[in-house]
């Protein structure tokens, strides 16, 4: 593989943008520091940074197995839920001061670590298993010597040691219940229909792209580390859960404990996913969370349950969701492992969750499953879009470099996997999830779909990592034929961004998209300004 396919694969842009001139980072009206994605210059007024020293040890890691005994069947989720009291009228005012005082983080990086990865590191993703003792051994020792300096001074060398990294080995072992069986659906055996494409479309053109604001995280309007224990968290999307309210989702969530630097650990208050609510329609000057479910005051529930073991269920990630009158979707991907290549993952499948409480509580079906045999999977990463009498299914492969295929189910069926039709070359064809034909050329990871009603035109974003940015492609028929990618946020200047998921209530014009920043690891809020669709 090229070095420019491997640079664009995990992220990282092709052409280095100059830094953004500098600024200090953004402060919410309760005078509480936030987080800047932008790539920018050093602080002009900042002390001359340290001349590079050598580390004083040198850590090799060193691949230590240890069989991990994993009960089975799945125990019950936590379910338990509490209402959230009203908000203090002072908006500045801690809401929970017995849950955890009002200390804040230190001031965040300002952006300029050179570091271009959209993605984390496998030691820093949530999952990875600590360390099973401290280092142990030597392959070297410390020391003096002359040169290197310039001065003359003798140079001490880093002490490297051995450093052992448990890679789990899971041993399934009979544990408790588990959840109840649920009732296997019929199977339906659909034909193969036609499904041509459409005539083309015009790409739009993108008049400005602006940053709204910070949505998540300390900093932030919507204050959700005071609020809900939500101080970092990724991937968040949005959909119309009813009438005038959208539910938004995130996956990845931790809080108290929790720094910058991407995702953090077990003992960071880890939540797989979290979702909270949304009425603010006038996006302009930002999205405002109104609650979140919670299961305990101030603390966002997880909804979907995962294991948390490295090489069986790292984590269970929603990927988007949809209501059907008062039944509300997630679809997730259940994470077996993080890569050590940032950019990649593995997943054990992709599937459904459904919820009729409103979104307090939810339920993983047990027979819409996507299963990822041989990695090869072709529907594990998935967005879906109801639409007239179908739900439409845009999924990827695990990671961010496969292609986007397309299925559709009819909407009664949505939970019946044996009704899905996969677009296979002009027609609709059932039980035929792998050989999708791919959508456009290109690699695509992280889809957001929606249909425009006063265009009548379909809108996708993703991240193209191969050019190093969140772009935007348009078609009229949810099979294209659909237009050139149009860029919208680059990796240039937005050196962690990824994500890059459609607000609902978005317009032909004025695109807002929910963008995720590796280094602060939270969510912020575009704007894309689009010329009038033709």
């Known amino acids: 593989m090229s070095a420019l396919v491997l640079a664009g694969a995990f992220g990282m842009p092709n052409a280095q943008a100059a830094p953004h001139p500098w600024a200090p980072p953004p402060v919410n009206s309760c005078g509480e520091t936030g987080f800047d994605p932008l790539l920018r210059a050093p602080d002009p007024s900042a002390p001359p940074a340290p001349p590079i020293q050598l580390p004083e040890v040198i850590e090799i890691p060193v691949i230590w197995p240890e069989i991990t005994p994993v009960p089975v069947p799945d125990p019950p989720q936590n379910d338990a839920r509490v209402d959230q009291p009203p908000l203090p009228v002072d908006p500045c005012h801690n809401p929970c001061p017995d849950v955890r005082d009002s200390v804040r983080p230190e001031e ?4 300029t670590d050179p570091d271009p990865h959209p993605g984390p590191a496998p030691e820093q993703r949530p999952g990875a298993t600590p360390d099973s003792g401290s280092a142990s051994g030597s392959a070297g020792s410390s020391g003096t010597g002359s040169g290197g300096s310039g001065s003359g001074e003798p140079v001490k060398l880093p002490r490297v040691v051995i450093k052992p990294e448990v890679e789990p080995i899971p041993i399934p072992v009979p544990g408790g219940p588990g959840p109840e069986p649920q009732p296997a659906p019929p199977p339906v055996v659909n034909p193969v229909e036609p499904g041509p494409v459409a005539g083309p479309v015009a ?11 910070q949505v998540t995280g300390p900093g932030s309007e919507n204050r959700t580390d005071m609020r809900w224990s939500v101080d970092g968290t990724d991937l968040g999307f949005a959909y119309e859960s009813k009438p005038g309210e959208v539910a938004v989702v995130f996956g990845d969530t931790f809080g108290a404990g929790w720094g910058p630097g991407g995702a953090g650990g077990e003992d960071e208050d880890w939540r797989s996913n979290v979702l909270g609510f949304s009425t603010d329609r006038d996006l302009a000057d930002g999205m405002t969370i109104d609650t979140m479910v919670q299961d305990s005051p101030c603390h966002a529930a997880e909804l979907l349950g995962s294991r948390k073991i490295k090489n069986w269920e790292t984590t269970t990630i929603p990927t988007s969701g949809f209501a059907l009158g008062d039944r509300q979707y997630l679809s997730y991907m259940s994470v077996n492992r993080w890569d050590r290549i940032p950019g990649l993952w593995w997943t054990n499948h992709g599937g459904l969750a459904w919820s009729d409480d409103g979104g307090r509580t939810w339920t993983k079906d047990q027979h819409a499953k996507w299963e990822n045999l041989f990695g090869l999977g072709r529907f594990q990463v998935a967005a879906m879009v109801p639409h007239d009498d179908y739900v439409y299914m845009f999924g990827t492969p695990n990671g961010r470099i496969g292609v986007a295929g397309l299925a559709r189910v009819a909407r009664a069926d949505v939970l019946n996997k044996s009704a899905y039709q996969y ?10 999830e792998n050989q999708a034909t791919p959508l456009f050329l290109g690699m695509a990871s992280e889809l957001s779909v929606r249909h425009d009603a006063a265009s009548g035109q379909w809108q996708m974003t993703y991240l193209d990592s191969l050019s190093g940015a969140i772009v935007l492609r348009t078609a009229a028929e949810p099979q294209g034929v659909w237009s050139d990618a149009v860029p919208l946020v680059s990796t240039a200047d937005y050196p962690k961004a990824y994500g890059g998921f459609i607000h609902p209530w978005s317009t032909g014009r004025d695109l807002y998209l929910l963008l995720s920043a590796w280094d602060s690891y939270n969510v912020y809020l575009m704007h894309a300004r689009l010329n009038e669709p033709r």
């Open 108 to 111: 965040p990086s300002t952006g």
């Open 203 to 213: 790409a739009r053109s993108v008049e400005a792209v602006s940053l709204v604001q």
């Open 423 to 432: 677009w296979v070359n002009g027609s609709w064809a059932p039980a035929a």
